[in-house]
């Protein structure tokens, strides 16, 4: 079985510029989380969506936003972006929402750098 | 979310077993431990999870304590591919509000040496 694909593996911005990141999760899993990270603060939890709905929200500003497809796909866009939003974008899928027991299968991540 | 704390750093040498130890003072009843690990320029992955019993699968051995204010990840036999950054993550039950959200600490880096 695949797993979670996210794209672009790397992506070069300007500040004030938008971008858009892409995630497949594994298939038959409707759960798809997203995560920042980088070297400060460590891994971050932006949102996550089931069934084509937000479930849960970070403390992230509103420039961060989020949506999911019918075939649950997920992409996240970053708008206006500045300098301090570089860092590796990690997408998750679980096969169903919240639950203890559900297990996150985390892509490769998207490395974006803001210039 | 209740918080964990980790040494930030440990060594161990190759096929030596390893016990990673995280402190959850602030658990509740219904908080279920979680293990994920991050190997170098990868997605974190899950390692193992527990509730009150140890719990044993193919990766390593959870270790809980009988009051669940602290845990242990037990990995038996180092390899120089477990060398990662390991993260305790404290869930809450399913229903609640905290969903999928994982809530990553700064973890423990664990060196392996051949």
């Known amino acids: 079985k695949a797993g979670v694909t996210q794209t672009p593996r790397y992506l070069i911005k300007t500040r004030g510029q938008q971008v858009t990141l892409s995630c497949s999760p594994i298939s038959g899993h409707r759960s798809v989380s997203w995560y920042q990270q980088t070297p400060g603060q460590g891994l971050q939890f932006l949102f996550e969506?089931?069934?084509?709905?937000?479930?849960n929200k970070g403390n992230f500003p509103g420039r961060f936003s989020g949506r999911q497809f019918s075939n649950s796909r997920s992409e996240m866009n970053v708008s206006t972006l500045e300098l301090g939003d570089s860092a590796l974008y990690l997408c998750?899928?679980?096969?169903?929402?919240?639950?203890?027991?559900?297990?996150?299968?985390f892509g490769p991540g998207t490395r974006l750098t803001v210039l | 979310d209740a918080k964990t704390t980790q040494p930030n750093s440990m060594e161990s040498n190759e096929e030596e077993p390893v016990h990673l130890p995280c402190n959850h003072s602030?658990?509740?009843?219904?908080?279920?431990i979680h293990w994920y690990r991050q190997l170098p320029s990868q997605g974190p992955e899950y390692v193992i999870h527990?509730?009150?019993s140890n719990v044993n699968n193919r990766m390593a051995s959870l270790a809980i304590a009988e009051d669940r204010k602290s845990s242990t990840l037990i990995l038996h036999r180092a390899t120089l591919r477990d060398a990662a950054v390991y993260y305790c993550i404290l869930r809450a039950n399913a229903g609640g509000t905290s969903y999928g959200k994982l809530t990553f600490g700064q973890g423990t880096i664990l060196t392996v040496h051949p």
């Open positions: 602030t658990i509740s009843g219904t908080d279920y």
């Open positions: 969506y089931f069934s084509e709905t937000q479930r």
């Open positions: 527990g509730l009150t």
């Open positions: 998750a899928s679980s096969l169903a929402a919240g639950g203890t027991y559900n297990e996150q299968f």
